[in-house]
């Protein structure tokens, strides 16, 4: 089927009761004005009963063509480089699942916000936030500190970018550690796990030192530094597998992601 572009106010296709894009299942009044379902039979004290048309009477009728064109108006996602075209009453929920969704650095005093693809570049010019390239399914062993256990995970393959991020620790509390993607909270797949463990101080007893390995989920958010505690799993890791003494102190780190298709 042949594609053509047009040009039309696009608020016609909004439903006059709630101002929200229209989408199927369209139901019309006697008068031939529209609403969408859910309004013309939610509203409270004027159930189903249309205000614009002089002869009164509900929303009873559904219009089936209405549905049809609603169904085939796409217009252009707005996010740059972006090109996708998406149906129109569908559109905010298909930019927040956009791969280009705007993103913002995981540090509250840096305002930048771009597509995740940018970030690299953004944080290699303007910060000193240590960042390490990973491949998908291959481990990354990596000296932490435990003063400010945070840093970015860059994956060449994709572009993806990851922030590990740590807890705040006094002398003697355990490490929690949990990875974070920078992308829109809301994208569809792919989605990805994550695999950490720790080693202990070099010369302890293996059986003594080694942590329990371990797999969580990783949270997307497109704004990691205020991602909320609760929705992330945490990596805990014991006083007794870290290296040094004060604020010097470090922690051997492996970690591994995993892409996952479904």
């Known amino acids: 089927m042949e594609l053509s572009m047009v040009s039309m106010d696009l608020t016609l296709l909004h439903c006059p009761l709630c ?18 379902a859910d309004c013309c039979g939610e509203r409270p004290g004027n159930h189903r009963q249309c205000q614009k048309c002089e002869r009164g009477g509900g929303f009873d009728v559904r219009n ?16 740059e480089g972006c090109g996708l075209y998406v149906t129109y009453h569908k559109l905010t929920i298909d930019q927040s699942m956009c791969p280009l969704a705007p993103c913002k650095y995981p540090v ?7 597509p995740p693809p940018a970030l690299p ?23 932490v500190p435990v003063s400010e256990p945070r840093l970015l995970l860059f994956v060449e393959e994709d572009g993806r970018v990851f922030f590990l991020v740590g807890g705040v620790l006094d002398i003697g509390v355990p490490i929690t550690v949990s990875v974070v993607c920078i992308r829109a909270g809301a994208s569809p797949p792919p989605h990805y796990a994550a695999k950490l463990w720790a080693n202990g101080p070099p010369g302890e007893p ?14 997307s958010s497109k704004d990691p530094g205020d991602v909320v505690v609760q929705e992330l799993t945490f990596f805990t890791i014991p006083p007794k597998l870290l290296a040094g003494a004060g604020l010097s102190r470090t922690v051997s780190l492996h970690i591994q992601i995993d892409k996952l298709t479904s």
């Open 108 to 114: 509250p005093v840096c305002g930048y916000e771009g």
């Open 64 to 79: 089936t063509a209405m549905d049809a064109v609603l169904s085939s108006v796409r217009v252009e996602c707005q996010h």
């Open 121 to 143: 570049h953004h944080i290699s010019t303007v910060h000193h936030m240590p960042m390490h390239k990973i491949q998908y399914g291959k481990v990354l062993q990596l000296q």
């Open 19 to 36: 101002l929200h894009p229209l989408k199927p299942l369209v139901y019309e009044c006697k008068g031939g004005h529209l609403a969408c």
């Open 206 to 219: 293996k059986g003594r030192t080694d942590a329990v390995k371990v797999e969580i989920k990783v949270t």
